[in-house]
């Protein structure tokens, strides 16, 4: 059974920093491309951080220069790391598995649901003073 667990998500003051990691199970890691999809109150899902199981590396504008995407193959685990916080990063974060190694990961509102075939339950992560 694919599973997918979030964990680091909480409060941050602006201009602070944190790790969302996601832990997986369920299927073999090293095979399969993982993202990084957040959802923003009023807006929906979007596509956030992409990593293929080559190590191919993608952000959203929004997250460029203030997040990364990384993965550690021997704990089966993403994670995004994310600094200089502003409130407009607020959202839940969800984990997500592409079904394949690699190919088109971005995506906006219910075509991410149809375009990841495995999520977690979500991180939130709320930016404020």
């Known amino acids: 059974q694919v599973q997918l667990v979030e964990s680091g998500g909480g409060l941050v003051q602006p201009g602070g920093s944190l790790t969302l990691s996601c832990e997986t199970s369920g299927f073999d890691f090293g095979r399969y491309a993982m993202a990084w999809v957040r959802e923003v109150p009023g807006k929906g899902l979007e596509w956030t951080a992409y990593?293929?199981?080559?190590?191919?590396?993608d952000h959203a504008d929004f997250v460029k220069a203030r997040g990364i995407i990384s993965r550690d193959s021997t704990k089966n685990s993403v994670y995004l790391h994310m600094n200089r916080l502003e409130p407009d990063a607020t959202a839940v974060y969800y984990c997500?598995?592409?079904?394949?190694?690699?190919?088109?990961?971005?995506?906006?509102?219910?075509?991410?649901?149809?375009?990841?075939?495995?999520w977690g339950q979500g991180a939130q992560v709320t930016v404020s003073s």
């Open positions: 997500a598995k592409l079904p394949g190694s690699d190919g088109r990961y971005y995506c906006f509102g219910e075509d991410c649901r149809r375009l990841y075939d495995a």
């Open positions: 990593l293929s199981a080559s190590g191919r590396i």
